[in-house]
């Protein structure tokens, strides 16, 4: 006897396959973009059925929000010109085929050899969650255990953010801003979403300390509403003085390093948060965090459409 | 079949088939395509990997692909932007705004980006008008 579980796992498997391939054997790109969204939203549904629902909101927000405008934006610019891709030659595909096949037996062999039941770090997270600030387990990981990761991590989105926004500000050609819709339809839909967008992020951004949610998934939610805002012609992030946006994109690395040399001269352990005061130190990087990857969710995906003052008129 | 072989397989799957079409070097919007159904199977596997525990998931893997998965977003948009950039680059090259023949590929594939400049720039024109 089959149970529903097993059937709704193995549906949503085949569908994540399905539209994988779909996405990346589909000859015009643009559709081809279409199948990568709802690819994304699958995994949403992948990481609810994973009992991960810190990764599900994220997901939703990322993979099938943000990374579908970035890739359709770019293609408006790129694949206009180009058309249907070239196909490559067989050799290459054939090669290709080859390698990938053998790593997926190599991976699947692997998969075999792992034991079926194995507690991992659960036990551990569990016992040590009493002695941190926080109540849920993915954000005593991101903020307390491995908090060095996650400053990292804000290092990261930083650098990849400086990018795009190096690249936009040498281009010799005019940039094609974004049409300013003047749809009826797209400003009432922002004017419905955007208050209920921010609530829900301030409430992620709460509910971060005890349950699912966090910097992270509130960061990008909130992001993904400033784009939306800009969609529609109401500049926030596009507006902001030069010098204020780039304050604000670092103020997560910022906070870790501010910290991080605190806690360093106090003679303690890099990011060994002291007993008290630990839950406003998180809560504080948190809203830092979440600030920062707003900002820069927007930046990435508007920065390459930004029209930027030359220097000289810099604010 | 449990959820966590069932997600884990989907993971290696997901992981191959990226792979082969970033081997098969497809133009550069469909490889980061690739690169991202690539690091989706990646998580997936790495994420199933913590469900395997009878008492509720194991919670740092799961914050280790929350980084991830946003890390991937980042990556993402920098390797379009450096794509937006070449294909500007060559634009220039081929439209003659840049000395001729300084872009390579500008002159190779001239007649497609010229096209694809003149028609940008009518779009824009037709912006300017409205």
């Known amino acids: 006897m089959i149970g529903l579980e097993v059937v709704f796992d193995v549906s949503v498997a085949v569908l994540l396959v399905v539209l994988a391939l779909e996405s990346l054997y ?55 010109v180009r058309g249907v891709e070239r196909t490559p030659r067989s050799m290459v595909r054939l090669t290709s085929l080859l390698v990938a096949a053998g790593v997926g037996v190599a991976l699947v062999a692997a998969l075999l050899e792992v034991p079926p039941r194995a507690a991992g770090l659960a036990e551990a997270v569990r016992e040590a969650l009493p002695l941190t600030a926080v109540e849920h387990g993915v954000t005593s990981v991101l903020l307390d255990f491995r908090a060095l990761d996650t400053f990292f991590e804000t290092a990261v989105l930083l650098l990849a953010v400086i990018t795009v926004l190096v690249l936009q500000a040498h281009q010799h050609v005019r940039i094609i801003p974004w049409e300013l819709s003047a749809s009826p339809v797209l400003s009432g839909l922002v004017g419905l979403l955007a208050p ?17 949610g966090g910097a992270f998934q509130a960061g990008v939610l909130l992001g993904a509403g400033g784009i939306l805002l800009e969609l529609a012609g109401v500049h926030t992030v596009s507006r902001l003085p030069r010098r204020a946006l780039r304050w604000l994109l670092s103020l997560g690395v910022a906070g870790f390093a501010l910290l991080s040399g605190t ?26 965090i979440a600030v920062s990857v707003a900002l820069t969710v927007v930046s990435l995906v508007v920065g390459s459409n930004l029209r930027l003052e030359p220097p000289e008129q810099e604010p | 079949m449990d959820t966590f072989l069932t997600f884990a397989l989907t993971g290696v799957v997901l992981f191959s088939l990226g792979l082969q ?16 159904v690539m690091g989706s199977g990646t998580l997936l596997f790495f994420v199933s990997l913590a469900h395997r525990h009878a008492d509720g998931p194991d919670p740092v893997p799961h914050a280790l692909a929350l980084t991830g998965i946003v890390v991937t977003l980042a990556a993402t948009a920098a390797g379009l932007a450096l ?6 680059l060559r634009a220039e090259g081929s439209g003659g705004r840049v000395e001729g023949g300084r872009v390579e590929g500008g002159r190779s594939q001239g007649a497609g980006y010229e096209r694809g400049r003149s028609e940008s720039g009518r779009d824009e024109q037709g912006r300017a008008d409205r």
């Open chain 1, 26 to 80: 589909t000859p015009n790109l643009f559709t081809s973009i279409a199948f990568f969204i709802a690819f994304g939203l699958v995994m949403a549904l992948a990481w609810v059925r994973l009992q991960a629902p810190d990764l599900a909101l994220a997901e939703a927000a990322v993979g099938a929000g943000l990374t579908g405008v970035l890739l359709l934006d770019a293609a408006r610019e790129i694949a206009a």
């Open chain 2, 21 to 36: 079409e970033v081997l098969a070097r497809p133009g550069v919007l469909r490889m980061l395509i690739a690169v991202n």
């Open chain 1, 263 to 288: 806690l360093l001269l106090a003679g303690r352990g890099l990011l060994e948060l002291p007993g008290a005061g630990a839950r406003t130190i998180v809560i504080a990087l948190e809203i830092a």
């Open chain 2, 83 to 88: 794509a937006r950039g070449l294909h500007r």
């Open chain 1, 196 to 212: 209920v967008v921010l609530v829900f992020s301030g409430y992620l951004l709460w509910a971060g300390t005890h349950a699912p």
